[in-house]
């Protein structure tokens, strides 16, 4: 009885002994699958954040920190838009805000864009609704900006008047291009910009216009400070339509035609804002500018009456690649220049 015990005693050692080692090797061999796992992790691209200047709510500059890479992006502002489309970033829009813009018709007509209201005033249901891993505005929607934030990190890029539209244009579209590590584009997008521009400026010298808008059969003297004071600030025309300190970025300040006679400009630029808005039943700009006083002007009688050509590209998309493209065209073509 005793030897039986023994060897019973002894069978249960073995088998624990056998059981405490296949664990142990079980052990490693879990380790391996768990390092096998890890390395196979860490092999793969991990989504990380990247940290980009951008406006706030209220216009002030600030470090954001938003998604590399995003999938999804939500587009409240055409100028945003317009640089996603040229860096080829156009199959990861989710959601855009309406526009007659012609070049930006595809995101307006494809079924699988969201439609996110305007620019002006954001859908916030559809916002969020499209998912978006980051969403772009413009001034418009500034006042959205925080509740916009709630959904996902808001871009919000403009044109910064004392760099000029053309440097705004390639530092916004660098700042876009970073987000997506398609920076190597940019200065080929870019190309070409700087000799037409220096073109103009070699007409432009020595020579002084008005830059206006009509706007309700009114016209609106503009400034160097907001909507088409690239035609001052950086083609030169010495714009003598306004004083340097008066602010006239929004809307500019109404004028009566008998001020364009005493002033007397050589040049007069025309914006139609009417035509930008497609405002029903609002007259052309041509018909609002075709007036006795009107055609007393140098500008008149010399032919160098300018109505810019895109107005919804100067009103609504400033700041764009393809924007700025057609802006220096319509001057351009208006000035009878060949850049």
Known sequence: ????????????LAVSVAACSVPAQSGNASSASADSASTSASSEV?????????????????????PFNAERIAVLDMASLDLLDALGLGDRVVGSASTSLEYLQEYVTNDSVANLGTIKEADLEAVMSSEPDVIFIGGRLAAQYDALSKIAPVVYLATDIEKGVVQSVRDNAMTVASMFGVEDKVES???GFGARIQA???????????????????????????????IGREIGFENIGVNAEIDTST???????????????????VMDRDAAINS?????????????????????????????????????AEGGITALDLMLQDLETGLGRNA
Request: with cysteine; hydrophobic share 40%; aromatic share 8%.
């Open 1 to 12: 009885m005793k030897k039986m015990l023994s060897i019973l005693l002894a069978s249960v």
């Open 46 to 66: 991990v989504r990380e954040n990247v940290t980009i200047k951008s406006l706030n709510g209220n216009k002030e500059t600030v470090d954001l920190e938003v």
């Open 189 to 191: 997008l870019m190309a």
């Open 200 to 230: 103009l400026q070699e007409f432009a010298k020595g020579k002084n216009a008005i830059i206006g808008m009509c706007t309700s059969g009114s016209f609106n003297v503009l400034g160097n400070d907001g909507r088409c004071s690239i």
């Open 251 to 269: 809307h500019g300040n109404e004028a009566s035609f008998e001020f364009l006679v005493e002033k007397n400009p050589q040049y007069i630029f």
């Open 280 to 316: 029903d039943g609002a007259k052309l700009a041509e018909e609002i500018m075709d007036n006795e006083l009107v055609n007393k002007t140098q500008a008149a009688q010399d032919g160098n009456i300018v109505y810019l050509a895109h107005p919804s590209v100067w009103y609504t």
